[in-house]
Nanobody, 125 residues
């Protein structure tokens, strides 16, 4: 059974940090692109960051320099390190997976086949 499970969300003050994890089971991440998306109340789901199957990365322009995606294929887990968090980063964060060729970056939610349940990130003073 293919499953993605996010963890690491929570409440943090502006300027703080969180590290989200996306643990995969039922398949190995080696051949999959993994994307992080987020959705705030009343807004569309938006792309945050993507790691291609060979480790190439993509970041939304507004997040460059604050967020870092990484993957540990041995642990079948992808991480999203979020630093200098802002209130506008508040959202439910989702990870998603799609089988993809190396160097392939998929940035639209409709391009993904598997989704986790999401983890809430709240940035507030």
């Amino acid at each position: 059974q293919v499953q993605l499970v996010e963890s690491g969300g929570g409440s943090v003050q502006p300027g703080g940090s969180l590290r989200l994890s996306c643990a995969a089971s039922g398949f190995t991440l080696d051949y999959y692109a993994i994307g992080w998306f987020r959705q705030a109340p009343g807004k569309e789901r938006e792309g945050v960051s993507v790691s291609s199957s060979d480790g190439s990365t993509y970041y939304a322009d507004s997040l460059k320099g604050r967020f870092t995606i990484s993957r540990d294929n041995a642990k079948n887990t992808v991480y999203l390190q979020m630093n200098r968090l802002k209130p506008e980063d508040t959202a439910v964060y989702y990870c998603a997976a799609v089988l993809a060729e190396p160097h392939t970056i998929v940035v639209v939610p409709t391009g993904y086949d598997y989704w986790g349940q999401g983890t809430q990130v709240t940035v507030s003073s």
